[in-house]
């Protein structure tokens, strides 16, 4: 295993910012690539549209169990040890999927795929604060933080063509071989930067965790930004089925179709980096909740209207997409700030609930016995108003002193 372990001497030399960006995207891009694959893969299956969409429910219940384990894990074996059985991982359940016989050797294998992929997710940022000063890995982690918003705004369109002319198999197989050279680049080129490395106290970080249950502020920042931020999942299960049973849109049509819609997320992104420190932190997520919950009551109402078009289903979508991306940053900052003593069992916590929350969205969007886009609809209400409901009543003191 000494493969696994790079020279004292290199402990320092910190990893390009490119090679940091590629991966971190890697654990979000496979649940946008195969978005436009998901009509063609179900029939090739022949599985329900809502049955393909527990493909993507379980990506996210493994990028779920990756953010609770993984950082704990690259803190007694080191980032690169880690970040390299990850990728492994990710490109054997890759390859995995080009021959999956059946959605539940589909499901199987996203699993696996996302816990892999995670690992670049979790220790990108871990990497970034390793080996930069606070000034530089706050500077480092923005740009991460952009280039985890923008991927999936491409990510859609590359699986769109994909698809349309090689089928959706190949998806698979262009993941494998994307992340089986970043695999060999790692192998050959990453240094380990955690250089003091110490035994797992697994019972002092559940017991953080635990502890962080009775933490009311971080309960409402944790519920409200997993719901908030993570309510768009239903669209994105929803999406691909509505747009080419309704709209005869092609994968490559509906890969530019997200593009506006993730378009608008980054957008609202790029908006929460300029109001950091100049809103109340209170003010933002209350604005943002109750715009989504605006926003899916005028989605819902043109559904039972039957006024669904190309046009009215991508407005208040793209409502939705923007306050997502005002609120997120927000909702995660307060959350791992409100308990100062517990700051990686929190990001932990809030990482494993946003991603179970997004998992039971697009799992509770595909079983709802109602016409796909009346469920898209009602669970994007109802995310909205969880997190209205969690973000509205928290008081203006405790925000007074962040």
């Known amino acids: 295993m000494d ?3 790079s020279p004292p001497q290199r402990l320092s030399r910190a990893p390009s910012l490119m090679f940091l960006v590629w991966i971190t995207i890697a654990g979000t891009f496979p649940i946008h690539i195969f978005v436009p694959a998901l009509p063609d893969a179900a029939r090739d299956l022949g599985v329900s549209a809502g049955a393909m969409q527990l493909s993507i429910t379980a990506y996210l219940i493994g990028l779920s169990l990756g953010q609770l384990l993984l950082g704990l894990l690259s803190d007694r074996f080191g980032r690169r040890p880690v970040l390299l059985a990850g990728l492994l991982l990710y490109v054997l359940s890759s390859a995995a999927l080009v021959v999956a016989p059946s959605l539940g050797a589909v499901l199987i294998a996203r699993v696996f795929q996302a816990i892999g992929g995670c690992a670049g997710l979790v220790l990108g940022r871990a990497i970034t604060r390793d080996t930069a000063g606070p000034d530089r890995a706050t500077a480092r982690l923005a740009i991460l933080g952009a280039a985890i918003s923008i991927g999936p705004a491409f990510a859609p369109i590359i699986g769109g063509q994909v698809a349309l002319h090689f ?38 970080y559940f017991g953080r965790i635990l502890a962080l249950r009775q933490n009311a502020v971080f309960m409402r920042f944790c519920i409200g930004g997993a719901f908030a931020t993570t309510s768009f999942y239903a669209f994105v299960g929803a999406a691909p089925f509505i747009l080419k049973t309704q709209f005869g849109l092609t994968p490559d049509q509906v890969g530019l179709a997200f593009l506006v819609v993730v378009g608008s997320l980054t957008l609202g992104s790029l908006l929460a980096s300029r109001l950091a420190g ?28 039957g006024r669904l078009s190309l046009l009215s289903l991508h407005l208040p979508i793209m409502a939705i997409s923007f306050a997502i991306g005002l609120c997120s940053p927000f909702a995660m900052s307060g959350a791992i700030s409100a308990e100062a003593a517990a700051i990686g069992a929190a990001s932990g916590l809030y990482g494993c609930t946003q991603m179970g929350t997004g998992a039971a969205i697009i799992a509770a969007t595909g079983m709802l016995p109602v016409p796909l886009e009346l469920a898209m609809a009602l ?4 995310a909205s108003a969880v997190a209205a409901a969690a973000f ?8 007074s002193r962040r």
């Open 3 to 5: 493969f696994l372990r």
């Open 379 to 382: 669970v994007l209400l109802a």
């Open 167 to 204: 089928g959706w198999r190949a998806v698979f197989v262009l993941l494998a071989g994307m992340n089986a050279v970043l695999l060999a680049i790692t192998l050959a080129t990453l240094p380990e930067t955690h250089a003091n490395r110490g035994d797992i106290n697994i019972r002092a």
């Open 278 to 305: 100049r809103l109340p932190v209170q003010t933002v997520v209350k604005t943002a909740s109750l715009t989504m919950l605006a926003a899916s009551l005028f989605l819902l109402g043109l559904v039972l209207a």
């Open 392 to 399: 509205c009543p928290i008081s203006l003191r405790w925000f």
